[in-house]
């Protein structure tokens, strides 16, 4: 009679691991040079009068800064 392991072998399991926390280091990597926070924060920092020489209010800031990507 044949015998089969379902169990992976430490090492195996480990090259497997160390794929994966790569790639989740990657995703985020990824994601914080997408963030946009700095450019959020440095539109709230301006004064109302600023923002309406560039065409915006204050309650659209975040609509502004994510145009590209949404459509509001």
Known sequence: MAMQSTTF????RARVDGIFARIGQGMISYAEKRSRRA????LEAK???ELARLGITRDRI???VFRDVIWL
Do not use: C, N
């Open 9 to 12: 072998a430490p090492t195996l």
């Open 47 to 49: 004064s109302d009068a």
């Open 39 to 42: 450019e959020i924060d440095a």
């Open 62 to 64: 975040v609509h502004y």
